[in-house]
């Protein structure tokens, strides 16, 4: 998509991309009326395709020097550069795979066809760059620090105050202790037997799973009685964010709390339908309900 000549329109209803082949006219809505917005999804979508004359001479001209001093600067890409990246074997297996997850998308799949000094593949990375998040500008960090290290290029494709994350992205946080756990899990159980209670006992039940296990809260909402094995004596899943295969022996308060959970299908039918930002958001608003964040922390972590 970042090859073809696309050309920025305005009509009535607001901004559109648009392109003529072969005597037949294609428009792409960017959904916006605001100038600066159109321009910068244009970037974001294409890169600087209305690159003027004069840039290219002087990209040419760039390259030309390139050349001199190293012929492979003008081919590498970064789908190479991707492939490196995630491919290097001092790491662990399961930070190899989340890499590699993470240039599959967003972003990173639409420049890994561009040329490292191709200037529309900045342009598409800077105009994206607001809605990355940390581990995705990370990533682009480590990857531009890659590509200098190897001497595959010689000018950054994004600036990197723009990738900067600020300390107060990187809000301080704790874990939940044992005697606020207590607490939360009485809150919840109590709030079972309350008129219109949504959840019964299953959200009480999930936050002690939790705690109990250290499972991530997507991991433990999707947890399954198939995933409990009596015969062996454990619980067995995997986590979603690294793909780690965890398993956790059954015994004691896990026990106990395992015999009172649906013995088919979901552990927590309900919760299990939610989406994880709603199950955060959930989590969030008791922790402020209890008043357990306290004065200079930013949040609070289950486990």
Known sequence: MGQENWKLVRRKNGYYSAREIGGQRRRVALGTNDPPVADLEMKRLYGAA???EESV???ELGKAHLNLSNPHLTEYTFDQLFKYWHGQKQHEQSTRERRKDEVERGVFARIKDFKLCDPRAKAIIEASVPELGIYAREALGELQRLA???????TPFV???LIKISAKERRKTRAITREEHEQFVAHESAAANRPGAKYGTERADYY???FLTGAAQTDGANLTADNVDWKKGELSFKRAKTREQCRIAISGSLETLLK???KEGPLFPRLSKLDEQKRARDFRRHVKRLDLVCEGEDKLTLH
Do not use: D, K
């Open 260 to 262: 009172r959970l649906p």
């Open 208 to 210: 002690q799973l939790l």
């Open 50 to 52: 209305q690159t003027p």
């Open 57 to 59: 001479v002087h990209l």
């Open 159 to 161: 600036t990197p105050i």
């Open 148 to 154: 200098f290290s190897l001497e595959w290029m010689t």
